[in-house]
C-alpha cells in the first residue's frame, strides 16, 4: 500500500508524525503540567510547610518561650533551693569548724621518770575539772572516772582525746580496777540540794566509794588524797575552826548524810593510813567558788552571785 502511491504515502506519514507530535507535546506538556503542579504544590506545601513550620515555629517559639518560662522558673526554684541547701551546708561546716578542738592547752613534757598515772574521781565536777586541768599541763597521765550526778563532761572538753587523757563514766561504788601512782578522790554530791537528793547514795559514795578509792591505793601503792569538807565541822561551836576541833554534827539531820559521810570517809582513811600503810592526805576544803561552779546548787557564794545579780536582798542564814 505504502509504495503504490508515494504522495499518499508522504501524506499519511505526515499526518501520522504530526499525531505523534502532538502526541508527544501534549504528554510533554500533561507532564510539565503535572510537573508544575506537584511542583507549586510542593511549593505550596513548602510555603504551606513554611507557613505551617513557621506557625509551628511560632508555636514552638511560643511554647519554647512558654517552656522556657517554666524552665527559667524551674531552674530559679532549683537554684534557689541549691543556695539554701549551700546555705545549710556552710552554717553545718561553720558549726563543725567551731566544734573541732581548738588545740589542747600546752602540756609539759616529762619523761617516764617523772610523769604520774593519776586518778582523779568526780574529776569532771567544779573543783576536781580544775584539778585535773593543773595536773594535764604539768604533764602527767590522768584518768578521772565520774558518774555525771553532778559533773558535766563539758568540764573536760578541752582533754578527751588527748594522749595523757582518760574519761571513764562509772560511779566509784562499783570498784575501779587500774594501775596508777596517785589518787585524788573528789566524787561526792557536795551541795545540800545535790547530797539531800538521794542522802543513802551520798552515804555509799562516800563510805563504799572511799573504800573501793583506799583498797585500790594500797593494791597498787598509790598515794591517796582524799576530799572532806568544812561540814565536818557540822555545826561549829568554836569559830575559826582549827584542825583540832572535833566538829559538832547532829547524826540524823537533814545534811548527816554529807557531813557523816565525810566523817566516815575520814575515819576510813586513816585506818587504811594506820593499818594498811597507805599514804594518804585530806583535804577539808571549804566554800569555794570560781568558773565551773554550779550556779544554783544552793550554796552560800553562788546564792550571793545569784541574788545580787537579780538585784534580791542577799540571806545571810547564821551570824558568828
Ligand atoms: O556518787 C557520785 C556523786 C558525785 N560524783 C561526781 O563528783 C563530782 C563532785 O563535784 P561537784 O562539782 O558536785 O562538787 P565540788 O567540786 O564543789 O565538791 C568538791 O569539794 C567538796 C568536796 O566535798 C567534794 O567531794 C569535791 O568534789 C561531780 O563531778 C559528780 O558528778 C560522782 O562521781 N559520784
Known amino acids: 500500500m505504502f509504495l503504490s502511491d508515494p504522495s499518499k504515502y ?9 499525531v505523534f507530535l502532538a502526541l508527544v507535546i501534549g504528554s ?5 503540567g503535572i510537573i508544575y503542579c506537584f511542583a507549586s504544590n510542593n511549593d505550596i506545601s513548602k510555603h504551606e510547610f513554611q507557613v505551617s513550620n513557621k506557625k509551628e515555629f511560632q508555636l514552638f517559639r511560643t511554647a519554647e518561650s512558654e517552656d522556657n518560662t517554666d524552665l527559667i522558673n524551674k531552674l530559679k526554684r532549683d537554684l534557689a533551693t541549691a543556695n539554701e541547701k549551700i546555705e545549710q551546708l556552710e552554717n553545718k561546716m561553720q558549726g563543725f ?6 588545740p589542747y592547752p600546752n602540756v609539759k613534757y616529762l619523761n617516764y621518770r617523772s610523769k604520774k598515772r593519776i586518778l582523779v574521781t568526780g574529776g569532771a565536777g567544779f573543783v576536781g575539772s580544775h584539778l585535773v586541768d593543773k595536773l594535764m599541763k604539768a604533764g602527767h597521765d590522768i584518768t578521772v572516772v565520774d558518774n555525771f550526778f553532778t559533773g558535766v563532761k563539758a568540764n573536760v572538753e ?3 582525746g588527748h594522749a595523757n587523757f582518760e574519761l571513764i563514766h562509772q560511779d566509784i ?3 575501779l580496777f587500774v594501775e596508777v601512782d596517785e589518787i585524788y578522790h573528789l566524787a561526792s554530791p557536795a551541795s545540800p540540794p545535790h547530797y539531800m537528793f538521794n542522802p543513802v547514795k551520798t552515804i555509799k559514795t ?9 583498797g585500790l591505793a594500797k593494791r597498787v601503792g ?11 565541822y557540822g555545826d561549829p561551836e ?23 559521810g565525810k566523817r566516815v570517809s575520814e575515819t576510813l582513811s586513816y585506818a587504811y593510813a594506820k593499818h594498811e600503810k597507805v599514804s594518804v592526805r585530806v583535804a577539808r576544803i571549804f566554800n569555794t567558788h570560781g568558773p565551773r561552779m554550779h550556779m544554783n546548787d544552793g550554796r552560800v557564794v553562788s546564792n550571793f552571785i545569784l541574788q545580787a545579780l537579780r538585784n534580791e536582798p542577799i540571806t545571810v542564814r547564821s551570824t558568828i
Open 10 to 18: 508522504r501524506h499519511q506519514m505526515l499526518i501520522r508524525i504530526n
Open 28 to 32: 510533554s506538556l500533561l507532564l510539565l
Open 97 to 102: 569548724e567551731e566544734r573541732i578542738k581548738k
Open 158 to 160: 578541752q582533754w578527751i
Open 173 to 175: 561504788v562499783n570498784p
Open 206 to 214: 562516800n563510805t563504799i566509794g572511799t573504800i573501793n578509792m583506799l
Open 222 to 232: 598509790a598515794k591517796v588524797l582524799i576530799a572532806s569538807t568544812s561540814e565536818v
Open 238 to 260: 568554836v569559830h575559826p575552826q582549827p584542825e583540832t576541833y572535833w566538829g559538832h554534827v547532829n547524826p540524823i539531820g537533814p545534811r548527816a548524810c554529807y557531813d557523816e
